[in-house]
């Protein structure tokens, strides 16, 4: 496979977390990221698969700047984890984890919802982050997640809340099983 020119990025090594220089390429119609630890060796990730180039998808974006940051930098991107004064750009979508129960116990749960005890924050520390977020983000779109979010009885109000507080789109990261039950077959 012929390589074709790459692109200079920052990336992460995936064992250390060390911010890496790294190279993003082409393989055919194939994308991807070559990166070297010093410490842990070298890495090479997909990122892209398609008749369609992934430079074909990537636009130049103006700098942002964050009215409200919620975080202080102190060590700088991409560890200092929130909306910082740093931060290049504004919330496109922002995740409320409502749940950390789950009515799967799937073993590789990206959302470690296996065997889960905390309790699930109520109404209130919901509405405390629907309102960080909006001084922090403004009305970005808003995606309800966890675990699974249906496993909450309350779903309904999380969502009402959004609403009534100016957010324009309110999506839930669901396995949809609850959801199915509830259908009448037709």
């Not at 790294?22 to 410490?39: Q, R």
């Not at 060796?41 to 369609?52: I, Q």
């Not at 009515?103 to 209130?124: E, I, M, Q, T, W």
Request: charge should be positive; aromatic fraction near 6%; include cysteine.
């Amino acid at each position: 496979m012929t390589m074709t020119s790459s692109m200079h990025i920052e990336s992460l090594c995936p064992i250390c977390l060390r911010k890496l220089d790294a190279y993003m390429y082409d393989e055919g119609t194939t994308t991807y990221i070559h990166k070297v630890c010093s410490e842990h060796g070298a890495f090479k990730t997909v990122v892209w698969r398609g008749n369609m180039h992934l430079r074909e998808w990537i636009r130049t974006k103006e700098r942002a700047y964050i009215k409200s940051p919620i975080t202080q930098v102190d060590q700088g991107c991409p560890y200092d984890c929130g909306l910082c004064s740093s931060h290049r750009q504004h919330t496109c979508t922002a995740l409320i984890e409502v749940t950390t129960r789950c009515n799967l116990s799937c073993r590789f749960c990206f959302a470690d919802a296996l065997d889960s005890k905390s309790k699930d924050p109520s109404l209130k520390q919901l509405r405390s982050q629907y309102e960080t977020i909006l001084k922090a983000s403004g009305k970005c779109n808003i995606q309800l997640s966890g675990g699974e979010p249906t496993v909450r009885d309350d779903l309904a109000d999380i969502v009402r809340l959004g609403v009534e507080l100016g957010f324009p789109f309110i999506q839930v990261n669901t396995n949809g099983i609850r959801m199915a039950k509830m259908m009448k077959p037709m």
